[in-house]
């Protein structure tokens, strides 16, 4: 099969619509870079002032930037966005720092009083997804731990002075009360803004998400040491790690968001070990028999793969080759569009592409009438908007009352939340007779190639 699932980039010179579009393919790794760099110097200034909240919001800021240092070609960035890179990357280290050396205490107390634990994304991510720490604007630090360490492990948090901000039965979130939030942009890289620690007892939500899998587990028996920087600690096998960040970014997805700089990182890590066939065996493996999961594999590496030109292993692209006809058809016809949509509240749009995740949401929810309540929640999602808006009023009294509140204070931004939400349920609404008649027509391909057999019903 040719396209994205054969691990190769466009296949050319493409020219793109926005200058977003053109930074993800100068980050690519695969194709020309001379003809990235001639693409990037085609925008102005007014572009790049444009896209600078994108890129922040991306995760791509400071990958960005040291791509073009090593290419050389800073020059193409007008002078005082390229500065303010600059001191976001200066800013970030001094963030990494501050982090690492909380991170080291945290871990040294775990360890003395016996918590079992596994370090999860963040700094386990180097150098297997991330070359450099201080790349990533990383806003906490996650944990699996087991039941019988939890309490252990909220003591030694507690007494290290974070307070518990979020209890669910799958995790704790902690925070210090008294780091303050980022206000703007920049201030996100700043060591003096707030990070949280997470602690794990699963990495699937599949009550919220109501996807019909057999939930992925991860066990804390098979952690190795890692060290980074002088320090260790314990993480998870290679095969664990690309497996949470797959459903990590799957799960964001059916969140209809994802962070640009999260598939940046499988392609990454993809770059590195698509060759590696004992790896890809113990993944192989570890996913066993799963349809879903492999297919969940499969989505997730072909955005890295369509996106930054990221090579695919041998077993992923057979796997691709199970992959359901509606999946196929939303990945190759509708995954660039949702991705570099404006679909945060914050953008304004007439018709926001985020909802166009649910045509893909909708084919891992196999019960006709769980199906048919979960799309109308993600379209008139009414009970998240109460609840947000009660928790940024910071008040507890009653619903109306908050909401009340939180509207008189902040009316613009409640009215541009209430207005991304109908104007894109109103854009995936639109976008059904398309999707059907593509669907119409890979069931009918699918149908006509031999031994064709879906391996998932819907």
Same mark, same amino acid.
């Given at each position: 099969?040719?396209?994205?699932?054969?691990?190769?980039?466009?296949?050319?010179?493409?020219?793109?619509?926005?200058?977003?579009?053109?930074?993800?393919?100068?980050?690519?790794?695969?194709?020309?870079?001379?003809?990235?760099?001639?693409?990037?110097?085609?925008?102005?200034?007014?572009?790049?002032?444009?896209?600078?909240?994108?890129?922040?919001?991306?995760?791509? *800021?400071?990958?960005?930037?040291?791509?073009?240092?090593?290419?050389?070609?800073?020059?193409?960035?007008?002078?005082?966005?390229? &500065?303010?890179?600059?001191?976001?990357?200066?800013?970030?280290?001094?963030?990494?720092?501050?982090?690492?050396?909380?991170?080291?205490?945290?871990?040294?107390?775990?360890?003395?009083? $016996?918590?079992?634990?596994?370090?999860?994304?963040?700094?386990?991510?180097?150098?297997?997804?991330?070359?450099?720490?201080?790349?990533?604007?990383?806003?906490?630090?996650?944990?699996?731990?087991? $039941?019988?360490?939890?309490?252990? *492990?909220?003591?030694?948090?507690?007494?290290?002075?974070?307070?518990?901000?979020?209890?669910?039965?799958?995790?704790?979130?902690?925070?210090?009360?008294?780091?303050?939030?980022?206000?703007?942009?920049?201030?996100?890289?700043? *060591?003096?803004?707030?990070?949280?620690?997470?602690?794990?007892?699963?990495?699937?939500?599949?009550?919220?998400?109501?996807?019909?899998?057999?939930?992925?587990?991860?066990?804390?028996?098979?952690?190795?040491?890692?060290?980074?920087?002088?320090?260790?600690?314990?993480?998870?096998?290679?095969?664990?790690?690309?497996?949470?960040?797959?459903?990590?970014?799957?799960?964001?997805?059916?969140?209809?968001?994802?962070?640009?700089?999260?598939?940046?990182?499988?392609?990454?890590?993809?770059?590195?070990?698509?060759?590696?066939?004992?790896?890809?065996?113990?993944?192989?493996?570890?996913?066993?028999?799963?349809?879903?999961?492999?297919?969940?594999?499969?989505?997730?590496?072909?955005?890295?793969?369509?996106?930054?030109?990221?090579?695919?292993?041998?077993?992923?692209?057979?796997?691709?080759?199970?992959?359901?006809?509606?999946?196929?058809?939303?990945?190759?016809?509708?995954?660039?569009?949702?991705?570099?949509?404006?679909?945060?509240?914050?953008?304004?749009?007439?018709?926001?592409?985020?909802?166009?995740?649910?045509?893909?949401?909708?084919?891992?929810?196999? $019960?006709?009438?769980?199906?048919?309540?979960?799309?109308?929640?993600?379209?008139?999602?009414?009970?998240?908007?109460?609840?947000?808006?009660?928790?940024?009023?910071?008040?507890?009294?009653?619903?109306?009352?908050?909401?009340?509140?939180?509207?008189?204070?902040?009316?613009?931004?409640?009215?541009?939340?209430?207005?991304?939400?109908?104007?894109?349920? &109103?854009?995936?609404?639109?976008?059904?007779?398309?999707?059907?008649?593509?669907?119409?027509?890979?069931?009918?391909?699918?149908?006509?190639?031999?031994?064709?057999?879906?391996?998932?019903?819907?």
């Amino acid at each position: 099969m040719g396209g994205i699932f054969d691990g190769k980039a466009d296949g050319g010179v493409v020219v793109r619509a926005t200058l977003a579009e053109v930074i993800v393919d100068f980050l690519s790794f695969s194709g020309n870079t001379s003809d990235h760099l001639k693409a990037l110097r085609r925008f102005d200034y007014r572009d790049w002032q444009r896209t600078l909240r994108w890129l922040h919001i991306s995760g791509l *800021a400071l990958y960005f930037l040291q791509k073009l240092r090593q290419t050389d070609a800073t020059d193409i960035v007008p002078t005082p966005i390229l &500065l303010g890179l600059e001191q976001n990357l200066t800013a970030n280290k001094a963030r990494v720092a501050v982090m690492a050396h909380q991170f080291n205490s945290l871990n040294q107390r775990f360890d003395a009083v $016996d918590v079992q634990y596994a370090v999860v994304k963040g700094f386990a991510l180097v150098p297997q997804f991330c070359p450099d720490a201080s790349l990533r604007r990383q806003g906490d630090c996650d944990y699996l731990v087991d $039941d019988q360490s939890l309490a252990a *492990a909220t003591r030694v948090l507690e007494e290290s002075g974070y307070a518990l901000q979020v209890r669910s039965p799958r995790e704790s979130v902690f925070k210090m009360p008294s780091a303050r939030s980022p206000v703007n942009i920049d201030e996100q890289y700043s *060591a003096h803004t707030t990070h949280g620690i997470e602690l794990h007892l699963y990495l699937w939500n599949q009550d919220f998400y109501r996807v019909s899998m057999a939930e992925p587990r991860f066990s804390l028996a098979n952690t190795q040491t890692n060290r980074w920087q002088g320090m260790s600690f314990q993480a998870l096998p290679d095969e664990d790690s690309f497996l949470i960040q797959t459903f990590h970014a799957f799960h964001h997805i059916l969140g209809c968001w994802i962070r640009m700089s999260w598939v940046y990182e499988m392609a990454y890590f993809l770059n590195r070990q698509a060759f590696d066939s004992l790896l890809w065996s113990r993944i192989e493996r570890r996913v066993g028999d799963e349809p879903l999961q492999r297919e969940i594999v499969v989505v997730v590496t072909a955005l890295a793969a369509q996106f930054f030109g990221a090579p695919l292993p041998p077993i992923i692209s057979t796997w691709a080759q199970e992959l359901r006809p509606a999946v196929r058809v939303w990945v190759e016809n509708y995954a660039r569009k949702w991705a570099f949509g404006k679909n945060q509240p914050y953008e304004f749009s007439m018709f926001p592409t985020a909802k166009l995740a649910l045509f893909l949401h909708r084919e891992y929810v196999f $019960d006709a009438e769980t199906r048919r309540r979960l799309t109308w929640m993600r379209l008139l999602p009414a009970k998240q908007l109460l609840d947000r808006l009660r928790r940024s009023s910071r008040l507890r009294r009653n619903t109306s009352v908050a909401v009340r509140e939180t509207t008189r204070r902040h009316p613009k931004k409640t009215l541009l939340r209430i207005a991304f939400h109908l104007t894109s349920g &109103l854009r995936y609404l639109l976008e059904i007779p398309r999707w059907w008649w593509l669907n119409r027509i890979a069931r009918l391909r699918h149908a006509a190639q031999p031994g064709s057999e879906a391996t998932v019903s819907a």
